[in-house]
């Protein structure tokens, strides 16, 4: 398999990654001003994520962090997949495409959370490739919070400007007439 870089990737992701789990990231501490600034961020100021009176009156124990909370655990820990030597990506040919959740409760304030990450799929759509990757968020204790479900959609290379097109042609040869009529 070729490695990307400068010279970029030239054949399709090896298919015999699909199912390769990695290990388990370091514990997160979810803690409440954590919840606060990222609610405040995506504009979501329900009072459970924000007062922890308001979280115990719906039952929680604590705040309890916003649905897409867990982003900033699970894209972080798709890094080992995305950079790792041997699937052959780079980070600046990989995009995030798409991300959902599927919660088994709210992820609160004192989890402490790990997460696994494993290639669920991989496709070739119209000269890109599309992996899924799977994200399995557990406190420590064992206790599964939430799957998150990521699409990286990794772009063809387009660093070889060896070939001049058209369209670079035509723009060059306009800027040329543009200076040329600025003389006259």
Same mark, same amino acid.
């Given at each position: 398999?070729?490695?990307? +870089?400068?010279?970029?990737?030239?054949?399709?992701?090896?298919?015999?990654?699909? #199912?390769?789990?990695?290990? @388990? %990231?370091? @514990?997160? $501490?979810?803690?409440?001003? &954590?919840?606060?600034?990222?609610?405040? *961020?995506?504009?979501?100021?329900?009072?459970?994520?924000?007062?922890? $009176?308001?979280?115990?009156?719906?039952?929680?124990?604590?705040?309890?962090? /916003? @649905?897409?909370?867990?982003?900033?655990?699970?894209? /972080?820990?798709?890094?080992?997949?995305? =950079?790792?030597? =041997?699937? #052959?990506?780079?980070?600046?040919?990989?995009?995030?495409?798409?991300?959902?959740?599927?919660?088994?409760? /709210?992820?609160?304030? +004192?989890?402490?959370?790990?997460?696994?990450?494993?290639?669920?799929?991989? &496709?070739?759509?119209?000269?890109?490739?599309?992996?899924?990757?799977?994200?399995?968020?557990?406190?420590?204790?064992?206790?599964?919070?939430? %799957?998150?479900? #990521?699409?990286?959609?990794?772009?063809?290379?387009?660093?070889?400007?060896?070939?001049?097109?058209? *369209? $670079?042609?035509? +723009? %060059?040869?306009?800027?040329? *007439?543009?200076?040329?009529? +600025?003389?006259?």
């Amino acid at each position: 398999m070729t490695s990307r +870089g400068v010279t970029g990737r030239a054949m399709p992701l090896d298919q015999s990654f699909v #199912g390769r789990t990695y290990p @388990p %990231t370091a @514990p997160y $501490e979810v803690g409440r001003e &954590k919840i606060r600034e990222f609610a405040t *961020a995506v504009r979501d100021l329900n009072p459970a994520y924000l007062d922890p $009176e308001a979280a115990k009156a719906l039952g929680h124990p604590d705040v309890i962090a /916003p @649905p897409t909370f867990p982003v900033i655990i699970a894209i /972080p820990a798709a890094y080992q997949a995305v =950079e790792d030597p =041997e699937f #052959g990506l780079g980070k600046s040919w990989v995009v995030h495409g798409d991300q959902r959740f599927v919660y088994q409760r /709210p992820m609160r304030a +004192g989890d402490r959370i790990e997460c696994v990450v494993k290639v669920e799929a991989i &496709k070739s759509i119209a000269g890109s490739d599309m992996i899924t990757l799977v994200s399995d968020l557990r406190t420590v204790e064992g206790e599964q919070v939430c %799957t998150a479900y #990521g699409l990286f959609v990794v772009r063809p290379d387009t660093s070889d400007t060896s070939d001049t097109s058209d *369209a $670079e042609s035509v +723009g %060059t040869a306009e800027s040329t *007439a543009e200076a040329k009529a +600025g003389e006259s």
